[in-house]
């Protein structure tokens, strides 16, 4: 081991204070190490190659489109990840969404993904939506109208708005689908900072 990012993860959820020595090569490190806690709340890489979509994710189409799980990494991830293909002349609105995530004992959330946009033609919108538990109404957390190859890049977007809630989140795409070759998308991870 040599200097670098070291992870582990503590499954102990007491609010207490411990006492964490650090000894690397026999050597204990007693120079403030820095450390960081994060806490995932939920988190995808789309990794199971035997599956579509993970386990209680959804998708709703149109005819000529798809979402389905994919062994490429254009988004800027490993393989495999989550990719929309629309091969469609008409305007059509896809999305895929998560099941629930109870993030009813979450603050300050944070949401990351990966992605990458093989733009065709024209224009179309792509968005991030969540949606409530109980609730039939989508609200939009971020969106873009590509008209160009976007990416690969890493969105972060503040969920801070959801603290405490339990809710659904959505990738849209919106237009035309034939104007977009393909959405990727990977690593996503919900945490509160």
């Known amino acids: 081991m040599g200097n670098g990012e070291y992870s582990f993860d503590i499954t102990d959820q007491t609010v207490e204070t411990i006492t964490l020595t650090i000894i690397v090569d026999g050597v204990e490190i007693i120079d403030n190490p820095g450390i960081t ?48 293909s629309g091969y469609t002349t008409v305007s059509v609105e896809c999305r895929v969404n998560t099941g629930l995530i ?65 809710f659904k989140i959505a990738w849209i795409f919106e237009g035309v689908g034939w104007h977009i070759d393909n959405w990727y998308i990977d690593d996503i991870v919900l945490k509160q900072n």
Do not use: M
């Open 102 to 166: 109870d993030a009813s004992q979450a603050s300050n959330l944070q949401l990351k993904f990966k992605h990458f946009v093989n733009h065709f033609v024209n224009t179309y919108k792509l968005s991030v939506e969540t949606q409530l538990e109980g609730s039939d109404t989508w609200i939009e957390s971020w969106s873009i109208n590509p008209n160009s190859n976007i990416g690969p890049e890493t969105i972060e977007i503040d969920f801070g708005a959801l603290d405490g809630e339990i």
């Open 37 to 84: 806690f994060t806490n995932i709340v939920f988190e995808e890489s789309f990794t199971d190659p035997q599956s579509s979509l993970p386990a209680g994710w959804s998708k709703e189409v149109s005819t000529g489109t798809t979402w389905t799980t994919r062994s490429t990494s254009y988004a800027g991830g490993t393989s495999h990840e989550l990719r929309f």
